[in-house]
Protein backbone atom coordinates (compact mmCIF):
# COMPACT_ATOMS: atom_id res chain seq x y z
CA UNK A 1 0.00 0.00 0.00
CA UNK A 2 1.46 3.26 -0.97
CA UNK A 3 2.39 5.77 1.48
CA UNK A 4 -0.23 8.76 2.33
CA UNK A 5 0.26 11.86 -0.01
CA UNK A 6 1.49 14.75 1.90
CA UNK A 7 -0.34 18.50 0.87
CA UNK A 8 0.98 21.45 1.73
CA UNK A 9 -1.69 24.08 0.76
CA UNK A 10 -0.24 27.26 2.66
CA UNK A 11 3.15 28.09 3.90
CA UNK A 12 4.44 27.25 7.46
CA UNK A 13 6.10 28.75 9.88
CA UNK A 14 7.05 32.91 10.45
CA UNK A 15 5.86 33.92 7.17
CA UNK A 16 1.88 33.09 8.46
CA UNK A 17 2.78 34.70 11.47
CA UNK A 18 3.95 38.45 9.76
CA UNK A 19 0.99 41.19 9.54
CA UNK A 20 -2.10 39.71 11.61
CA UNK A 21 -3.58 42.87 11.97
CA UNK A 22 -4.25 42.98 8.17
CA UNK A 23 -6.10 40.32 7.49
CA UNK A 24 -9.01 40.42 9.82
CA UNK A 25 -9.20 44.24 8.04
CA UNK A 26 -11.93 44.54 5.18
CA UNK A 27 -9.86 47.77 3.64
CA UNK A 28 -7.09 45.40 3.40
CA UNK A 29 -5.99 42.94 0.48
CA UNK A 30 -6.65 38.85 1.76
CA UNK A 31 -3.52 37.20 3.12
CA UNK A 32 -2.32 35.03 0.21
CA UNK A 33 0.95 33.74 0.92
CA UNK A 34 2.01 37.21 3.33
CA UNK A 35 5.97 38.12 2.67
CA UNK A 36 8.79 38.30 5.13
CA UNK A 37 10.14 41.06 6.08
CA UNK A 38 11.43 40.71 9.24
CA UNK A 39 14.87 41.88 10.54
CA UNK A 40 15.59 37.95 11.49
CA UNK A 41 19.57 38.44 12.39
CA UNK A 42 19.16 41.42 13.82
CA UNK A 43 16.72 39.62 16.28
CA UNK A 44 19.09 36.21 16.36
CA UNK A 45 21.95 38.71 17.38
CA UNK A 46 20.04 39.52 20.50
CA UNK A 47 19.60 35.93 21.46
CA UNK A 48 23.09 35.12 20.68
CA UNK A 49 24.47 38.02 22.85
CA UNK A 50 22.00 36.67 25.59
CA UNK A 51 23.28 33.80 25.51
CA UNK A 52 26.81 34.56 25.96
CA UNK A 53 26.37 36.81 28.91
CA UNK A 54 24.48 34.37 30.67
CA UNK A 55 25.69 30.94 29.45
CA UNK A 56 27.57 30.27 32.50
CA UNK A 57 24.52 30.75 35.09
CA UNK A 58 21.62 28.45 33.37
CA UNK A 59 22.12 25.67 35.36
CA UNK A 60 19.22 24.44 38.03
CA UNK A 61 19.80 25.79 41.46
CA UNK A 62 21.49 23.03 43.81
CA UNK A 63 19.38 21.11 46.18
CA UNK A 64 21.97 20.01 48.74
CA UNK A 65 24.76 17.30 49.01
CA UNK A 66 22.33 14.36 49.59
CA UNK A 67 20.54 15.15 46.20
CA UNK A 68 22.02 13.63 43.54
CA UNK A 69 22.28 9.74 45.31
CA UNK A 70 18.64 10.07 46.34
CA UNK A 71 16.89 11.64 43.55
CA UNK A 72 15.06 9.61 41.03
CA UNK A 73 15.67 12.22 38.29
CA UNK A 74 17.41 11.48 35.06
CA UNK A 75 20.45 13.71 34.38
CA UNK A 76 23.07 13.27 31.56
CA UNK A 77 26.36 14.63 31.96
CA UNK A 78 26.84 18.38 31.42
CA UNK A 79 28.64 19.32 28.02
CA UNK A 80 29.50 22.73 26.98
CA UNK A 81 26.92 24.11 23.98
CA UNK A 82 27.86 25.93 20.55
CA UNK A 83 24.73 27.26 18.64
CA UNK A 84 25.88 27.15 15.23
CA UNK A 85 24.13 30.66 14.67
CA UNK A 86 23.56 30.46 11.01
CA UNK A 87 21.31 27.62 10.96
CA UNK A 88 17.90 28.34 13.03
CA UNK A 89 14.39 28.42 12.73
CA UNK A 90 12.00 31.43 14.03
CA UNK A 91 8.23 30.54 14.62
CA UNK A 92 5.75 31.57 17.74
CA UNK A 93 4.17 28.89 20.06
CA UNK A 94 0.20 29.29 20.01
CA UNK A 95 0.41 31.58 23.06
CA UNK A 96 2.60 33.73 21.21
CA UNK A 97 5.90 33.24 22.86
CA UNK A 98 8.70 33.83 20.18
CA UNK A 99 11.09 31.11 19.29
CA UNK A 100 14.55 30.65 17.66
CA UNK A 101 15.23 27.07 17.14
CA UNK A 102 19.19 27.17 16.86
CA UNK A 103 21.52 24.08 15.51
CA UNK A 104 24.26 22.99 18.00
CA UNK A 105 27.26 22.34 16.78
CA UNK A 106 28.49 19.20 19.12
CA UNK A 107 28.46 16.40 18.36
CA UNK A 108 27.71 14.46 22.12
CA UNK A 109 24.46 12.77 21.78
CA UNK A 110 22.60 10.87 24.63
CA UNK A 111 21.14 8.18 22.95
CA UNK A 112 17.67 6.90 25.35
CA UNK A 113 17.91 2.84 25.90
CA UNK A 114 14.54 2.63 26.27
CA UNK A 115 13.83 2.65 22.63
CA UNK A 116 11.62 0.39 20.05
CA UNK A 117 13.28 -3.12 19.32
CA UNK A 118 15.09 -3.27 16.57
CA UNK A 119 15.56 0.37 15.84
CA UNK A 120 19.16 0.62 14.36
CA UNK A 121 21.44 3.10 16.17
CA UNK A 122 23.90 3.31 13.50
CA UNK A 123 21.77 3.34 10.50
CA UNK A 124 20.08 7.08 11.24
CA UNK A 125 21.48 10.63 11.97
CA UNK A 126 20.87 11.90 15.54
CA UNK A 127 20.71 16.01 15.69
CA UNK A 128 19.99 18.26 18.39
CA UNK A 129 18.62 21.90 18.64
CA UNK A 130 18.46 24.19 21.14
CA UNK A 131 15.69 25.95 21.55
CA UNK A 132 15.43 29.63 22.47
CA UNK A 133 11.99 30.76 24.04
CA UNK A 134 11.55 34.50 24.97
CA UNK A 135 10.23 35.11 27.94
CA UNK A 136 7.02 37.37 27.90
CA UNK A 137 7.97 39.82 30.61
CA UNK A 138 11.41 39.55 30.76
CA UNK A 139 14.70 40.51 28.06
CA UNK A 140 15.61 36.62 28.45
CA UNK A 141 15.48 33.85 26.18
CA UNK A 142 15.00 30.86 28.60
CA UNK A 143 17.10 27.71 26.09
CA UNK A 144 15.82 23.65 26.26
CA UNK A 145 17.25 21.38 24.52
CA UNK A 146 15.75 19.07 21.93
CA UNK A 147 17.14 15.73 20.34
CA UNK A 148 15.90 14.36 17.37
CA UNK A 149 16.24 10.06 16.94
CA UNK A 150 14.92 9.18 13.21
CA UNK A 151 13.78 5.78 13.59
CA UNK A 152 14.70 5.06 9.94
CA UNK A 153 17.15 6.55 6.91
CA UNK A 154 13.28 7.45 5.16
CA UNK A 155 13.14 9.93 8.03
CA UNK A 156 16.51 11.70 8.23
CA UNK A 157 16.30 15.37 7.42
CA UNK A 158 18.19 18.17 6.81
CA UNK A 159 18.01 21.49 9.53
CA UNK A 160 15.26 23.50 7.11
CA UNK A 161 13.26 20.35 7.17
CA UNK A 162 12.48 19.86 10.31
CA UNK A 163 11.78 21.72 13.30
CA UNK A 164 9.56 20.98 16.70
CA UNK A 165 6.75 23.66 14.54
CA UNK A 166 7.30 21.39 11.73
CA UNK A 167 7.12 17.66 12.23
CA UNK A 168 6.44 16.55 8.30
CA UNK A 169 3.77 13.87 7.43
CA UNK A 170 6.65 11.37 6.73
CA UNK A 171 8.90 11.26 9.70
CA UNK A 172 8.69 8.70 12.30
CA UNK A 173 11.13 8.69 15.51
CA UNK A 174 11.57 9.77 18.72
CA UNK A 175 11.72 13.65 20.45
CA UNK A 176 13.00 14.11 23.59
CA UNK A 177 13.57 17.29 25.31
CA UNK A 178 16.55 18.29 28.20
CA UNK A 179 16.69 21.34 30.40
CA UNK A 180 19.77 23.22 28.97
CA UNK A 181 22.15 21.52 32.23
CA UNK A 182 20.85 18.27 31.03
CA UNK A 183 17.72 17.48 33.37
CA UNK A 184 15.49 15.01 31.30
CA UNK A 185 11.80 16.49 30.73
CA UNK A 186 9.78 14.54 28.36
CA UNK A 187 9.69 12.61 25.24
CA UNK A 188 7.33 11.88 22.26
CA UNK A 189 7.09 8.92 20.00
CA UNK A 190 5.61 9.98 16.33
CA UNK A 191 4.79 7.96 13.61
CA UNK A 192 4.72 9.42 9.93
CA UNK A 193 4.24 12.73 11.51
CA UNK A 194 1.39 11.05 14.11
CA UNK A 195 2.41 11.42 17.74
CA UNK A 196 1.62 7.91 19.20
CA UNK A 197 3.15 7.84 22.77
CA UNK A 198 4.86 10.18 25.62
CA UNK A 199 7.32 8.84 27.36
CA UNK A 200 9.06 9.89 31.24
CA UNK A 201 12.36 8.74 32.02
CA UNK A 202 13.77 8.31 35.52
CA UNK A 203 16.51 6.63 37.64
CA UNK A 204 15.51 3.38 39.77
CA UNK A 205 17.66 4.20 42.72
CA UNK A 206 17.90 0.65 44.51
CA UNK A 207 19.53 -0.49 41.03
CA UNK A 208 22.02 1.93 41.62
CA UNK A 209 25.42 0.22 41.69
CA UNK A 210 29.23 1.33 40.86
CA UNK A 211 31.62 -1.29 39.40
CA UNK A 212 35.52 -0.43 39.99
CA UNK A 213 38.08 0.19 37.23
CA UNK A 214 41.13 -0.59 37.55
CA UNK A 215 42.73 2.52 37.55
CA UNK A 216 45.41 4.82 39.31
CA UNK A 217 43.20 7.19 40.60
CA UNK A 218 40.72 5.13 42.79
CA UNK A 219 38.02 7.20 43.45
CA UNK A 220 36.95 6.77 39.13
CA UNK A 221 34.37 4.23 38.65
CA UNK A 222 31.51 3.33 36.44
CA UNK A 223 28.18 4.19 37.57
CA UNK A 224 25.06 2.11 36.40
CA UNK A 225 21.61 2.20 37.21
CA UNK A 226 18.03 1.20 35.60
CA UNK A 227 16.17 4.06 33.33
CA UNK A 228 12.47 3.88 34.35
CA UNK A 229 10.30 4.64 31.39
CA UNK A 230 6.89 5.51 32.07
CA UNK A 231 4.57 4.90 28.81
CA UNK A 232 1.63 6.99 27.71
CA UNK A 233 -1.03 7.43 24.79
CA UNK A 234 0.79 10.09 22.84
CA UNK A 235 -3.11 11.39 21.91
CA UNK A 236 -5.44 11.06 25.42
CA UNK A 237 -2.34 10.96 27.85
CA UNK A 238 -3.40 7.52 29.40
CA UNK A 239 -0.97 5.56 31.26
CA UNK A 240 0.19 2.27 29.50
CA UNK A 241 2.96 0.68 30.47
CA UNK A 242 6.78 1.21 32.38
CA UNK A 243 9.86 -0.50 30.97
CA UNK A 244 13.68 -0.66 32.69
CA UNK A 245 16.31 -0.39 30.65
CA UNK A 246 20.09 -0.28 32.36
CA UNK A 247 22.78 2.35 31.10
CA UNK A 248 26.11 2.68 32.63
CA UNK A 249 28.62 6.26 32.71
CA UNK A 250 31.54 7.30 33.83
CA UNK A 251 32.13 8.67 37.47
CA UNK A 252 34.99 10.53 38.58
CA UNK A 253 36.19 11.83 41.89
CA UNK A 254 32.99 10.36 43.59
CA UNK A 255 30.69 12.90 41.65
CA UNK A 256 29.54 12.96 38.15
CA UNK A 257 30.85 16.28 36.46
CA UNK A 258 28.49 18.95 35.67
CA UNK A 259 25.43 17.35 37.19
CA UNK A 260 22.82 20.05 39.03
CA UNK A 261 20.53 19.28 41.04
CA UNK A 262 16.31 19.98 41.26
CA UNK A 263 13.03 18.46 42.77
CA UNK A 264 9.99 19.24 42.65
CA UNK A 265 6.78 18.92 40.76
CA UNK A 266 7.58 20.26 37.25
CA UNK A 267 9.54 22.39 34.79
CA UNK A 268 8.59 25.87 33.78
CA UNK A 269 5.42 27.83 34.20
CA UNK A 270 6.57 29.87 37.03
CA UNK A 271 8.40 27.84 39.52
CA UNK A 272 11.73 29.82 39.22
CA UNK A 273 12.39 33.05 40.12
CA UNK A 274 11.11 34.53 37.16
CA UNK A 275 7.35 32.59 37.79
CA UNK A 276 4.75 34.96 38.99
CA UNK A 277 6.23 38.38 40.98
CA UNK A 278 9.90 37.19 40.23
CA UNK A 279 12.29 39.64 38.31
CA UNK A 280 15.46 38.16 37.15
CA UNK A 281 16.68 38.46 34.00
CA UNK A 282 19.39 36.37 34.25
CA UNK A 283 17.82 32.86 36.13
CA UNK A 284 17.16 29.97 34.74
CA UNK A 285 13.71 28.96 34.68
CA UNK A 286 13.05 26.29 32.13
CA UNK A 287 10.35 27.08 29.75
CA UNK A 288 7.13 25.02 29.30
CA UNK A 289 5.98 23.29 26.15
CA UNK A 290 3.38 22.68 23.65
CA UNK A 291 3.47 19.35 22.59
CA UNK A 292 5.26 19.11 18.86
CA UNK A 293 3.18 19.87 16.24
CA UNK A 294 2.37 17.23 14.09
CA UNK A 295 -0.75 15.44 12.07
CA UNK A 296 -4.27 14.60 13.54
CA UNK A 297 -6.95 12.82 12.29
CA UNK A 298 -9.85 15.36 11.02
CA UNK A 299 -12.66 15.14 13.88
CA UNK A 300 -14.75 17.44 15.66
CA UNK A 301 -16.10 16.65 18.88
CA UNK A 302 -19.83 16.72 20.22
CA UNK A 303 -19.27 18.22 23.02
CA UNK A 304 -15.61 20.13 23.29
CA UNK A 305 -15.79 21.39 26.82
CA UNK A 306 -12.56 23.45 27.55
CA UNK A 307 -8.57 23.08 27.06
CA UNK A 308 -5.38 24.21 28.17
CA UNK A 309 -4.20 27.07 25.71
CA UNK A 310 -0.75 26.83 26.86
CA UNK A 311 -0.23 23.14 26.02
CA UNK A 312 -2.59 22.51 22.95
CA UNK A 313 -0.81 22.67 19.72
CA UNK A 314 -1.97 24.34 16.59
CA UNK A 315 -3.81 22.12 14.95
CA UNK A 316 -5.83 20.95 18.74
CA UNK A 317 -6.69 24.67 18.77
CA UNK A 318 -8.12 24.52 15.22
CA UNK A 319 -10.17 21.15 16.07
CA UNK A 320 -11.15 22.77 19.08
CA UNK A 321 -12.55 26.48 17.75
CA UNK A 322 -14.18 23.99 14.38
CA UNK A 323 -16.01 22.04 17.39
CA UNK A 324 -16.94 24.84 19.29
CA UNK A 325 -18.37 26.47 15.76
CA UNK A 326 -20.41 23.25 15.04
CA UNK A 327 -22.02 23.30 18.46
CA UNK A 328 -23.01 27.51 18.58
CA UNK A 329 -24.13 27.46 15.08
CA UNK A 330 -26.38 24.28 16.07
CA UNK A 331 -27.82 26.23 19.02
CA UNK A 332 -28.01 29.58 17.16
CA UNK A 333 -25.26 31.20 19.40
CA UNK A 334 -22.52 32.94 18.77
CA UNK A 335 -19.01 32.11 20.22
CA UNK A 336 -16.41 33.98 22.55
CA UNK A 337 -13.28 32.06 21.54
CA UNK A 338 -11.75 32.97 24.85
CA UNK A 339 -14.35 31.28 26.92
CA UNK A 340 -13.86 27.69 25.56
CA UNK A 341 -10.03 27.67 26.24
CA UNK A 342 -7.83 28.14 30.00
CA UNK A 343 -4.54 30.26 29.76
CA UNK A 344 -5.43 32.00 27.00
CA UNK A 345 -3.22 35.28 26.82
CA UNK A 346 -4.70 38.70 26.20
CA UNK A 347 -3.37 39.59 22.89
CA UNK A 348 -1.72 37.64 20.28
CA UNK A 349 1.51 37.62 18.43
CA UNK A 350 3.79 40.45 19.13
CA UNK A 351 0.61 42.27 20.59
CA UNK A 352 -2.23 41.52 18.17
CA UNK A 353 -5.71 40.92 18.42
CA UNK A 354 -5.40 37.20 16.78
CA UNK A 355 -3.28 34.44 16.73
CA UNK A 356 -2.79 32.75 13.37
CA UNK A 357 -1.70 28.91 13.12
CA UNK A 358 -0.96 25.78 10.61
CA UNK A 359 -3.42 23.01 11.56
CA UNK A 360 -2.25 19.65 10.44
CA UNK A 361 -4.76 16.99 9.59
CA UNK A 362 -5.14 14.27 8.14
CA UNK A 363 -8.53 13.50 5.62
CA UNK A 364 -8.87 10.58 3.50
CA UNK A 365 -5.42 9.30 4.26
CA UNK A 366 -3.90 12.45 2.69
CA UNK A 367 -1.65 15.29 4.77
CA UNK A 368 -2.51 18.76 4.65
CA UNK A 369 -1.42 21.77 6.62
CA UNK A 370 -4.64 24.31 6.83
CA UNK A 371 -4.05 27.98 7.79
CA UNK A 372 -6.04 29.97 10.32
CA UNK A 373 -6.22 32.70 12.33
CA UNK A 374 -8.64 34.00 15.34
CA UNK A 375 -9.09 36.47 17.93
CA UNK A 376 -8.05 36.26 20.98
CA UNK A 377 -8.53 40.04 22.69
CA UNK A 378 -12.12 40.34 24.12
CA UNK A 379 -13.16 42.90 21.57
CA UNK A 380 -11.92 40.54 19.03
CA UNK A 381 -12.67 37.23 19.73
CA UNK A 382 -16.85 36.70 20.29
CA UNK A 383 -18.10 35.77 16.28
CA UNK A 384 -20.93 34.70 14.55
CA UNK A 385 -21.23 30.65 14.37
CA UNK A 386 -22.06 31.05 10.72
CA UNK A 387 -19.23 31.50 8.47
CA UNK A 388 -19.67 33.43 5.16
CA UNK A 389 -17.51 31.76 2.11
CA UNK A 390 -15.43 32.97 -0.59
CA UNK A 391 -13.35 31.31 -3.51
CA UNK A 392 -9.73 32.20 -4.23
CA UNK A 393 -7.98 30.03 -6.43
CA UNK A 394 -7.68 26.10 -4.92
CA UNK A 395 -9.09 27.43 -1.57
CA UNK A 396 -12.08 28.04 0.35
CA UNK A 397 -12.11 30.81 2.82
CA UNK A 398 -14.22 30.58 5.73
CA UNK A 399 -14.77 34.26 7.14
CA UNK A 400 -16.37 34.44 10.84
CA UNK A 401 -17.71 38.15 11.24
CA UNK A 402 -17.47 39.56 14.70
CA UNK A 403 -20.76 39.52 16.64
CA UNK A 404 -22.65 42.86 15.76
CA UNK A 405 -20.42 43.42 12.41
CA UNK A 406 -21.22 43.14 8.99
CA UNK A 407 -17.13 43.94 7.66
CA UNK A 408 -14.76 42.69 10.56
CA UNK A 409 -13.87 39.17 10.99
CA UNK A 410 -12.47 37.89 13.85
CA UNK A 411 -11.54 34.11 12.33
CA UNK A 412 -10.74 33.03 9.20
CA UNK A 413 -10.58 29.21 7.99
CA UNK A 414 -8.51 28.77 4.92
CA UNK A 415 -9.78 25.08 3.35
CA UNK A 416 -8.24 23.47 -0.13
CA UNK A 417 -11.22 23.36 -2.73
CA UNK A 418 -10.75 19.51 -2.56
CA UNK A 419 -11.43 18.44 0.94
CA UNK A 420 -13.88 21.74 1.18
CA UNK A 421 -16.89 18.57 0.85
CA UNK A 422 -15.54 16.98 3.93
CA UNK A 423 -15.38 20.00 6.41
CA UNK A 424 -18.81 20.92 5.01
CA UNK A 425 -20.17 17.70 5.64
CA UNK A 426 -18.60 17.56 9.21
CA UNK A 427 -19.74 20.81 10.28
CA UNK A 428 -23.20 21.00 8.59
Not at 34 to 61: G, M, Y
Not at 152 to 170: A, L, Q, V, W
Not at 312 to 334: V, Y
Not at 398 to 403: A, G, I, R, S, T
Amino acid sequence: MPPPKYKKTAKSGLALLVGLSMILSACIPEPENPTIQLSETSQLAQVRDWFEANKTKLRLPDRGTNFRTESQELILPFFEKEPDWDQFHHYYFPDGREVFEVSLENENLYIPRAKDAGASEEDVDYFQNILFVKHPTLPKFDPLIIRYYPDKNTSNREFTEISYEMIDGKWSGWIDLFTYDEHYLMGYKVSEGELTHTRQMQKSPENVRKIAVGSENKDEAIHCYVVATDWYDGRTGEYLDTTHAQTCEWQRGGSRSGYGGYSGGSYGGGGGTDGPGGNCSSCYDPPSLNKPNTFLDFSLIQNPGTIDFKTATQTEIFLHILSHLKMAKKNGKSLDIRSIFSNIPLYGTNGAPINSGVAKIVINGIRYEIFFEYGVKSEWSKIKSFPDFRYKGDNTIWDYYLDGSSSLRGATFIIPNEVQPVFLKNFY
